[in-house]
């Protein structure tokens, strides 16, 4: 065996030219493959991205009891808030975590009274990560020494009819179920082009949250924020220990909606990626075809020199195996180069689109990830045709007699 | 030239199942990019004819202080003895339909929940409401003169557990800002496959809807269809009059136009990996090819064919190819998108907001100039993804390539 492994190591490399074409073949297929896949998950990323983040975050930490309640969001605090977020922060994945009020309410003027989420942020850690903190288009972003500042929506400033620095009144109800009322001026104004989400949130300053609620020092909510989409399972994995009963989900499944469109879109992908692989298949079988069936002659000498079908079968299989897993490996190496750089640059498909303002909650620029979850379901079926494409021609030349084979040209 | 394409095809007989791989390999790639560009133009486009259908219209007038987000129903806002108006706009070339609706925000109470809806007040005889006459799943559709019966989706009907015949208590706004609560009776249901509507929509006769809300005689807008939707612009340039707004189909839903706009910019990166998947299937198989005729390439060197004429040649047998592949992709993708135009794929409720309506289901496109286009997208591609094999085998010394192997 290990005499045929030898020989199968050295025939690949006596054609040394050959050897590469296929290399090149298969290492550029599969990294284009893994660009593809690299280019859905950072698509995703640019279009449901920010749409995430506005809407609260790759994962988000209630106190116990909440989730029965989620829809009338209860003043719950957690606990041991600030353990938690030094958890998540010693976490490679994670950007950013940070702690949040969370309330429904009411925003009224003489305009009349419009319902509202009230969500308490902490201003500095928020802005370089929010699309909201990115778009206030008049006035500014809050800060967390604010007194009596609003952050709105342009949605509710245009039913509302106020601009920066006009008052509106927040009715809330605090921890203890009193109704709390606040007059506050609008210090921003925030437009990221989609009503429903700006008529319906306004944001304040986590401490002014705190004391409207009457919530010293806590936080109903910890939303945290990951690099990509889709790398959620394990950081709440290993935010568990750190829990202590307080519950925890990711935004698949607190916007199940988007969730699904995620999967349809990926499910359409797929069979986009089934044909990709399908052609870049077709390469590879046609050209290791051609590298067998151009060894004609090399076969019949096999075969006159007395090895048996078999034996020269198994010589022709362990080659198309190491060409496989050589093609393999250069098309992993090519694809993280491609993907990795790509990843740092990103690019900017808007300008394809003739587009370079676009709705705050799509990116214009995408950057692919590394794109290897997928790498094993596309390496896997390159390597077997790999093996197919070297025994279907090697079992027909090896049952040619040898003096016909010899005679091939 | 024409003896090199007769040498050319004779080449690839030769090698018949190299040839015939190869090609496959520019008609996988060609129908792959036929499939892709006909599903986002099929969603796209069944988003914007859903929502012209259901939505918008080609034209809407209405008044000139109307603010569609509030919903306003004060009659300063909105359009006073709309039938009039409706029937002088029937009057202009090229309107097939116009015909008076009112909007309201409404509230569904049920002993559970309180669930928001949009009323709609229709004329129940007008052909505009075709897609819901046919989209009716249970019951009937209303008449002009019904007092207390609606139209609700089928699934907020599920949502609310009810059926036709049951009653529901809505409450609305009214003109002059107060709420008005009544019992309807649930006549019909309908379903237009196009989840977020079918949860959200209530119909009942205009005429009702004006007394409800206290609007008498005035409509929110008039709904207008044409026959040639592209004339639209300049219909509108015709409806002009002082005291009203002229919407076009464009102007009312530009976020899809901008949807579809953003989803062209993402596919154009899908179709370049497509393409260089199949370039590098095409190069290589190419150069291959070359190294594995050196000898023969020698013999016809030696026999004095010119290096130019060589290259000839073989970029004649990747244009061969290249033919026979884009012919047989384009049937190929031909019957893919034949397929999924007429089943379609099923996509579910993707969360869409009023200004973006999807159906649950998309159905594949295929426009003549995206076939067009890339088709030449594909033949160039193989064209100059066989320039290189082509001038490797130019460039071979006569001498060396005889004793090539």
């Not at chain 1, 676009?358 to 390496?379: C, D, H, K, Q, W």
């Not at chain 2, 019909?188 to 609007?215: E, H, L, R, V």
Request: include cysteine; charged fraction near 15%.
């Amino acid at each position: 065996m290990l005499l045929y492994l030898r020989l199968a190591w050295r025939n690949i490399w006596r054609h040394r030219r050959r050897t590469v074409i296929v290399i090149i073949a298969m290492g550029l297929g599969l990294a284009m493959m893994m660009l593809y896949d690299g280019m859905i998950d950072g698509f995703q990323q640019a279009i449901y991205g920010n749409a995430i983040k506005v809407l609260g975050g790759n994962i988000r930490v209630h106190a116990a009891g909440y989730a029965e309640k989620a829809d009338s969001l209860p003043l719950l605090p957690i606990a041991n808030d600030q353990t938690i977020i030094q958890a998540a922060q010693s976490i490679p994945n994670v950007v950013a975590a940070t702690r949040r009020i969370n309330t429904g309410g009411l925003a009224t003027n003489t305009e009349g009274a419009f319902s509202v989420t009230i969500t308490g942020i902490e201003p500095e850690k928020e802005a370089p990560l929010s699309p909201i903190a990115q778009h206030v288009t008049s006035g500014s972003y809050l800060t967390s020494n604010d007194q009596d500042v609003v952050l709105i929506g342009r949605g509710l400033a245009d039913l509302m009819d106020v601009q920066v620095g006009d008052k509106i009144t927040l009715v809330g109800r605090s921890t203890h179920q009193q109704m709390r009322q606040r007059t506050m001026t609008v210090g921003g104004i925030y437009d990221i082009g989609v009503p429903t989400i700006e008529k319906q949130t306004i944001y304040i300053s986590l401490a002014e949250a705190q004391s409207l609620y009457d919530l010293p020092n806590q936080s109903t909510e910890i939303v945290i924020t990951l690099k990509q989409l889709g790398e959620e399972p394990p950081v709440m994995a290993a935010l568990t220990p750190a829990l202590h009963g307080d519950e925890i989900e990711s935004w698949a499944q607190s916007f199940p909606d988007l969730e699904q469109a995620i999967t349809t879109k990926n499910g359409a992908m797929e069979i986009f990626s089934v044909i990709i692989m399908l052609i870049a298949g077709i390469g590879v079988l046609n050209l290791l075809l051609m590298a067998v069936y151009e060894r004609t002659r090399e076969i019949g000498l096999l075969a006159a020199m007395g090895l048996k079908p078999s034996q020269i079968m198994t010589l022709f299989v362990l080659e198309g195996a190491m060409l496989g897993l050589v093609g393999v490996a250069a098309g992993f190496i090519l694809g993280l180069i491609l993907n990795g750089s790509l990843g740092i640059v990103g690019i900017d498909y808007s300008q394809f689109a003739g587009i370079s303002d676009y709705m705050a909650l799509i990116s214009g620029r995408v950057y692919p990830t590394l794109g290897i979850e997928n790498f094993l379901n596309r390496a896997v079926p390159v390597f077997i045709i790999a093996i197919l494409a070297a025994l279907y021609p090697a079992h027909e030349a090896s049952q040619h007699e040898p003096a016909e084979a010899l005679h091939y040209v | 030239m024409f003896q090199l394409l007769k040498m050319a095809y004779r080449n690839l007989n030769r090698n018949r199942r190299r040839s015939i791989l190869s090609a496959l390999a520019v008609s996988f790639g060609l129908a792959l990019l036929l499939f892709i560009a006909s599903i986002v133009n099929g969603e796209m486009q069944g988003a914007m004819q859903t929502t012209i259908a259901l939505q918008s219209g080609d034209l809407q007038v209405r008044a000139a202080s109307y603010v569609e987000e509030k919903s306003s129903l004060k009659w300063a806002d909105l359009i006073a003895n709309p039938d009039q108006i409706a029937a002088q706009i029937k009057s202009i070339p090229h309107v097939t339909i116009a015909t008076p609706r009112l909007f309201a925000s409404g509230i569904i109470n049920t002993s559970r929940e309180a669930i928001g809806v949009q009323l709609i007040g229709i004329d129940p005889t007008s052909p505009a409401n075709a897609p819901i006459v046919h989209g009716m799943i249970a019951g009937s559709f209303i008449t002009p003169d019904d007092q207390n019966g609606i139209l609700i989706g089928q699934t907020l009907a599920q949502k609310l557990g009810v059926k036709v015949g049951d009653p529901i208590d809505l409450s609305a706004n009214t003109a002059n800002g107060n709420v008005n609560e009544q019992n309807f009776i649930v006549r019909g249901t309908f379903s237009t496959d196009t989840p977020s509507y079918d949860q959200s929509t209530i119909f009942m006769p205009i005429a009702k809807a004006q007394a409800f809300t206290a609007t008498q005689n005035h409509a929110s807008t008039i709904f207008i269809m044409l026959d040639d939707r592209d004339l639209s612009n300049s219909v509108a340039a015709a409806l002009t009059s002082p005291g009203y707004q002229i919407l076009t189909w464009q102007k009312m839903n530009d976020l899809v136009l901008e949807t579809e706009q953003l989803a062209n910019g993402y596919m154009v990166i899908i179709y370049l990996i497509v393409l260089a998947i199949t370039a590098t299937v095409i190069v290589n198989t190419l150069i291959m090819a070359v190294y594995e005729r050196t000898r023969e390439i020698g013999i016809l060197a030696a026999i004095g064919m010119k290096g130019r004429r060589i290259m000839s040649l073989f970029l004649a047998e990747a244009g061969i190819l290249a033919v026979a592949g884009i012919a047989v992709g384009l049937v190929l993708g031909w019957l893919i998108c034949a397929y999924f135009a007429r089943y379609g794929f099923y996509i579910g409720n993707i969360g869409t907001n009023y200004q973006f309506l999807l159906g649950d289901r998309i159905y594949a496109m295929l426009t003549l100039s995206d076939t067009i286009n890339l088709t030449i997208v594909a033949l160039i591609v193989t064209l100059i993804a066989s320039l290189y094999p082509a001038i490797l085998a130019a460039r071979l010394e006569p001498v060396e390539a005889l004793h090539g192997q």
